[in-house]
Structures are given as C-alpha cells and as structure tokens.
C-alpha cells in the first residue's frame, strides 16, 4: 500500500525558513517522480514543484522560483521542500505527491494528507 | 503556463442526476496529459481520471472522461450522495503543471 506522510509543517514568520519532509513506503521511490502541491485554505490547487525519479531533474512554479528547492534522498524514500523567504501568500496546506511514472510528465495518483504551513507575525 | 478554466463554478444537482463539468485549456494539452480530482472537505485529492479519458484504480464506471485538444469534460452518470465533492482539472503534458479552479457539486 503506497503510503505518504508530510512533516515539518507549523507556523513561521515573514521571511523565515522550513524544511518539508515526505516519508515514502510502499513502492519502489526512486522509480517515481514526485511533486509538492498547495492549497491555501478555503482556495484550489496549485502545483509547487516537481522531481524526477532520479533526483536530477526538478521544476518549480514562478511563484516559488528562487525561494523553494525540492530535493530527493532515494536512499531515505524521502522527498523534500526546503522554504525560505517565506511570504504570506505561502500559507497552505503542502501536500506530498507520487506521480504514475518516473517523469514529471505522469499524473498525480496519490497524495499524502498534507501538512500545515502559517505564515504569520 | 497552460491555464484552465473550469466550468460551471458551482453545480447544483440531486442524487441520481447526470453532471456535466467542463475543462478549457488556453492551449492545447500535449498528448491529452489531463487529469480529474476528487476532493472531499477535510481531506486530500483522489485520482478520478487520467489521459483524459482513462479510469484510475478503484474508480467506478458511472465517471467517465472524454476530450481532446483544448477542450475537455467529466461526466457522473448518475449521481451518488458520496460524489458531492469538488472537482479539480490538471494538465501534466507541459511545465509547469496547472489546475483548473475547481467545480463543486453541491446537492440540490
């Protein structure tokens, strides 16, 4: 059973740093590319950003560019999102996300249940 | 970036009815790359439908997808209480991915 579970989530001030964790089990990780996704509260969905399976390929969003980094330890089945520079506007829900093959260009076809980020004074 | 446009914002149905939720790309999805999610409150996506038209794991046969191009659709044949939910359109043929702002589908 594929099993996906966010930490690091809480809450953090203006301009300040967090680093996102994503435990994998339940199949073969480093055959699979992986993706943060968002949702701000009571808003959609938006795609943050994507890793190949191999770890050396990545792409993010215009609106992380810079500040977000997403990195892989396929050793550790354990997908990251390092954050920093942190606005507002990056208050969500940070979902983990396996895609259906080992490039970004796979649908999303599990998603863990998501972890808290507050951007807040 | 691919924006697409879901359609309508909010579907007003009751049980047993048929729902009919639009997709528009603002150019063409690469190999018919679209996906549809479900995503009750409180709770993470789930994968309905992916290639547009294709039917994930588990996924019963009263949802179906169809389109190609730019223009795409989700259909529930027949509604069941459990399928009040939102409904989310993604495309993953081009960088960066993108998804629709979502339809609800709230019982009537």
């Known amino acids: 059973e594929v099993q996906l579970s966010e930490s690091g989530g809480g809450l953090v001030q203006p301009g300040g740093s967090l680093r996102l964790s994503c435990a994998a089990s339940?199949?073969?990780?480093?055959?699979?590319?992986m993706s943060w996704v968002r949702q701000a509260p009571g808003k959609g969905l938006e795609w943050v950003s994507g890793?190949?399976?191999?770890?050396?390929?990545?792409f993010s969003a215009d609106s992380v560019k810079g500040r977000f980094t997403i990195s892989r330890d396929n050793s550790k089945n354990t997908l990251y999102l390092q954050m920093s520079s942190l606005r507002a506007e990056d208050t969500a829900v940070y979902y983990c996300a396996k895609a259906g093959g080992y490039n970004y260009d796979y649908e999303i076809d599990y998603w863990g249940q998501g972890t808290l980020v507050t951007v807040s004074s | 970036e691919i924006v697409l446009t879901q359609s309508p914002g909010t579907l007003s149905l009751s049980p047993g009815e048929r729902a009919t939720l639009s997709c528009r790309a603002s150019q063409s999805v690469t190999s018919s790359y679209l996906a549809w999610y479900q995503q009750k409150p409180g709770q993470a996506p789930r994968l309905l439908i992916y290639g547009a038209s294709s039917r994930a794991t588990g996924i019963p046969d009263n949802f179906s997808g169809s389109g190609s191009g730019t223009d795409f659709t989700l259909t529930i044949s027949r509604l069941e209480p459990e399928d009040f939910a939102v409904y989310y359109c993604q495309q993953y043929g081009s960088s960066p991915l993108t998804f629709g702002g979502g339809t609800k589908v709230e019982i009537k």
């Open positions: 339940g199949f073969t990780f480093s055959s699979y590319a």
């Open positions: 890793i190949g399976g191999g770890g050396s390929s990545t």
